[in-house]
Nanobody
Framework: QVQLVQSGGGSVQTGGSLRLSCTIF????????LTWFRQAPGKEREGVAV???????NYSDSVKGRFTISRDYAKNTLFLEMTSLKPEDTGIYYC???????????????????WGQGTQVTVSS
């Protein structure tokens, strides 16, 4: 039984930084296409960062240069380091996993089977 458990959400001011964590329990059963999504109020859920099993990563244009996805292999934990935060980064952030081969691309949320519970990120101006 695979579970993704998130932590690290909160509120920061514009220009601040925040780190989100996603610990994957039962990771032995899946190991592919680890992705961070976010959903702003009134908007569709969108992928912002992905790390495939080969360690490659990719980002949406809106977060490139500001967000970094990384992985602690020993702890089966995925991180999203967010810097230079803007009010438009506000939303609920989710981690997700396949099983899926994403070929370094940000895929639609409907392709993913396993999801974290979501955590609120609020950036005030």
């Amino acid at each position: 039984q695979v579970q993704l458990v998130q932590s690290g959400g909160g509120s920061v001011q514009t220009g601040g930084s925040l780190r989100l964590s996603c610990t994957i329990f039962g990771y032995i059963y899946i190991d592919s296409c680890l992705t961070w999504f976010r959903q702003a109020p009134g908007k569709e859920r969108e992928g912002v960062a992905v790390q495939d099993d080969d360690g490659s990563s990719n980002y949406s244009d809106s977060v490139k240069g500001r967000f970094t996805i990384s992985r602690d292999y020993a702890k089966n934990t995925l991180f999203l380091e967010m810097t230079s935060l803007k009010p438009e980064d506000t939303g609920i952030y989710y981690c997700a996993a396949g099983p899926l081969s994403c070929a370094h691309l940000l895929l639609p949320p409907g392709r993913f089977t396993y999801w974290g519970q979501g955590t609120q990120v609020t950036v005030s101006s």
